[in-house]
């Protein structure tokens, strides 16, 4: 079975830093996505950034972009020029390319400090 | 608009009386979802349904029920709450996988349930 890991419950930056939020996860499938959601104080559930596991090149959108390590099973969550609006949950989660489960990381709570 | 829309938003209600949370999606999405989200377990997936008629267990079916009789419409079903079904629930669509592309999920608002 699919486990996604996210070992940091909470953290905090400064405004304008750049914080790096981690997620591991266990699979024995090749082909798969990973993505990450942010969930602010609205509850609303928001897609960030999502990467197709047979691309080697990292995503990117805007501030966020990720790091892929598809042997390490591993797919961080780097946020540039920390923003307020950032302050949120982020969740990691996984779905194989067959589209059935989807598997949710425990989330991490990010605080962007003034 | 497209949308992902869940009725009700809040509910309280008492244990082993039934209740239906509906959702409905308006952009033809053959693949709908339900999460229950908890505190430090973030969401689980509670069953999933990938066309009209088609649906299978997620990794917290018990005590739930679902039925897809109609592609925009995926209600979810207690019916017997209890305590430990407290809880913030989501409804989610999306386009199904299909050759290389892969079609975001878009969430509905969210309902938040407590059985007393």
């Known amino acids: 079975a699919q486990t996604v890991t996210q070992s940091q419950p909470e953290m905090s930056v400064q405004e304008a830093e750049t914080v790096t939020l981690s997620c591991t996860y266990d699979?024995?499938?090749?082909?798969?996505?990973l993505f990450w959601y942010k969930q602010p104080p609205s509850r609303q559930m928001i897609l960030v950034i999502r990467q197709e596991a047979y691309k080697q090149q990292n995503a990117t959108e805007n501030r966020f972009s990720v790091n892929f390590q598809k042997a390490a099973k591993s797919f961080s969550l780097k946020i540039s020029d920390s923003q307020l609006g950032d302050t949120a949950m982020y969740f990691c989660?996984?779905?194989?390319?067959?589209?059935?489960?989807?598997?949710f990381g425990p989330g991490t709570s990010l605080s962007v400090i003034p | 608009e497209a949308q992902v829309t869940q009725n009700p938003r809040y509910l309280i209600t008492v244990t082993g009386k039934k209740l239906t949370v509906t959702c409905s999606q308006n952009m033809n999405h053959e693949y709908m979802s339900w999460y229950r989200q908890d505190p430090g377990l973030g969401l689980r997936q509670i069953y999933y349904s990938m066309n009209v008629e088609v649906t299978d267990k997620g990794d917290v079916p018990e005590g739930y029920k679902v039925s897809r009789k109609e592609k925009r419409n995926f209600p979810l079903i207690l019916e017997s709450p209890s305590p430990n079904q407290t809880s913030l629930y989501f409804c989610?669509?999306?386009?199904?996988?299909?050759?290389?592309?892969?079609?975001?999920?878009?969430f509905g608002p969210g309902t938040r349930l407590t059985v007393l």
């Open positions: 699979t024995s499938e090749s082909n798969y996505y």
């Open positions: 989610a669509s999306s386009l199904r996988w299909s050759g290389s592309s892969y079609n975001e999920q878009f």
């Open positions: 989660a996984f779905i194989k390319t067959s589209y059935d489960k989807v598997i």
